[in-house]
Every structure is written in C-alpha cells, then in structure tokens.
C-alpha cells in the first residue's frame, strides 16, 4: 500500500461461472487475489486498509452454513478468516453495504478496479455514495479512484524465492510429462490421447490443474498456433506439436517441444526444425539482464529471416524481409512473454515508451515458431504442412539466464534417441 500512496485498496475474488443445469465450471481465485490473501473462496472481498487502527487487512467471506457445507465443501467462514489466513478483522459478505463506507470515510485515495464486473462496481459505488452523503459532517470521501492492478502487475514481475521453488517445481512437473509424451507418442493415436498423458502425469505429480488448455498439434494443426481441439489422429510421418504446462499453486509452466511421430525427422522437417532451434538459442543467449524484453525476439528474428532466404521460403533482399515484414508468412507472433501466475502474466512490456529492460527476477518465454501450412502456395511442396515451435522458461539473473525447462531434450539427435524406433 505505501507502493501505491496508501489509502484504502479493494478487491473482489474471482466469480463462480455456471456450465450447465447444476453444475459449475472449475474454480480458480483470482491471481491477484490470491496473490495477497491465499483465500481460496469465491464471493469474498478484501480491504486493505494500512492506516486503521481496527485492522488492516480485513476479509469479508461467506459465513459458515452447514446445510450448504454438505453439497458443496466446507467454508473458512469469520473465524477461519482470521485464524487461518491471518486477516485481522473479517465480516461475513452480506455486511460489505454496512462495513465498507466506514473503512472509506476520509481515505486520501481508493484503490479499486473500475470495469471489470457491473456488479462489483455497483458495492463500491454504493459505499462511495454513503461516504459523500456524510460530506457535511465533516467527513471526506477518497477524491481519487487508482487502479491497483497496475502495481500488482509489477510486483507479481519480480519473483521472490518462494514463486521461484513453485515455478521450478511446476517446471520440474511438466518437463517429465513432455518426455513421456516424447516416449509414447505412435502413429495412429489420437491427440487427445497424448493430451492424457501429459494431464495424468500433471495431477500425479501433485499439480491439480493446467497452467492453460493443451496445444497438441499433430501434422497441419501444427501450424495453427492456439490450436486446442485435440481430435485428430497423429499420422505416419507427420511431426506433433505439444504445447503444455502444468499449474502447481497458482504458478504455472509454458513449454513447447514438437517432434516426429514415428521417432525420425524427414529431410525437410529436419531443416525447419534445425532452423527454429538456432533460432530459440540465439534468442536464449539474448536473455541477460541490461537488454530490453524485444531483444530475444530480434535475435531469434535475425536468425529465421537468413533461413527462410537460404531455404528458398522468402526471396529479396533480406532489409526488405524485414522492412515489409514478409516473414510473417511463417512467423507471426513475437518470441516471449512474461511468465507466472498467469501464462501469459502481468507487466508492463514498455515503459515511457520503450521495451522494459530484464531484470534479475523476471520469468519470461522464449518461443519462435514456423508455421507452413499445407495450403501455402509460396514454399515448396517438401515444406508444406510443418509446424514447428520451440519453447523454453527462463530466469533472468545478474548473470547467463537460468531455463527452467531445459531437462526436455530438443537437440534433433536427443529426440530421435528418446523414442527410439521399433
């Protein structure tokens, strides 16, 4: 709160979202809002209030009902609030009309996201106006309303040692999976097989969820970036793409390795592939701490406009390349992203205006692609239908990065020695 300019900070937990007749989709907290409390429950809000003397930190929850407890789990409740999760005042949700303008009265500024669900708006709103209603009683209502998500987006950047054990574990869980899906894939299975493989060894493992939905790409789905429907057989020849990362804590995995269904790479997907993976070094080598973020993205850049060129997938001078951007045919989205509890987690990417500089501290992908259809009418038969892409977590340090996924092979050699050919 100091970080923010103190004064009163409100957030609400992520809702419950129904799925159908009497059933709810999973539930996941909010990522900041388990940031700051732990609190696993939905329909609760938290207060954060530094400069009250009934307490700071105050939780407004569900109260306990034992009739509901039965079909749907037990409740921290008031008293589990504060025992359990250390909040120093707690109410039970349906008080946050009567609690919530006292907690407001003469706060310098409010804290408070605007515009995420009408109905939130609607209680803080509520209590901002009995707040005002006071003014002549010599009561002040905050003058100010400040998103706080913009300085927990930079907090929840930097990774204290605790983030870094649950993302090196939950990095730990899904390389072992890709090594099995690596091991066990066959020609003939389906995707959605393989995507069983890698969820039962998540929740083996202790990760009770995926940090996303599996990519499993096999063939021409490769190259279709966030493809997610699985249902396609892995066909004899063909490469398979696997985009996976397990969840462990609310801080997850983003690894990508892609490889030959039948345990040899062809001719031509061994070119592509050698082309992506030169590519994924030259933009790991460029993850130190001093360069700023787009800096993994012109280095693997770099080295992917040469190959298209050499390979014959692009023609002209290569400052033309890269001046009209021709290689999007293949390459279309930038190579990194920042990392943690979310997949594609909070931070800003510029500041003032300019790509941010890493810094210790920070996770971030590194993941070029190269997406030819079996459509495109530009590349050559041989390359037509390969979909690569190479993903990697890595560890900005004072020093060379550290990857946190580098224990799934992906040197070619590696790979083909993985599963070896029956």
Known sequence: MRRMG???A???SAPVRHRNGDVDFDYRQGSDFHYLTGFPEPDCVLVLAPDRQEG???????PRDKEKEIWTGRRAGVDGAKALFGADQAFE??????????ILENAPRLHYRVGVDRDQDESVFRAVRKVRDKLRLGVSCPPVIQDPHVDLADMRLFKAPEELALLRRACEISCDAHREAIR????GMHEFTLQGILEGHFRKNGARRNGYPCIIGAGDNATVLHYNENDSQVREGSLVLVDAGAELDFYTADITRTFPANGKFSPAQRKVYQLCLDAQKAGLEAVRAGNHFLAPHEAALAVLVDGFLDLGLLKGPREEVLEKETYK??????????LGMDVHDVGDY???GEWRRLEPGMVLTVEPGIYISQDCETAAPEFRGIGVRIEDDVLVTSSACEVLSSSVPKEIDELEALRPRR
């Open 6 to 8: 103190g004064g009163v």
């Open 10 to 12: 409100v957030l609400f």
């Open 56 to 62: 700071r930190f105050v939780l407004f929850v569900r």
């Open 93 to 102: 949700v349906s008080k946050l009309d009567e609690e919530l303008p006292k």
């Open 184 to 187: 066990d894939v066959r020609p």
């Open 329 to 338: 045919a293949y390459f279309m989205h930038k190579t990194s992203h920042w």
């Open 350 to 352: 510029k500041v003032s």
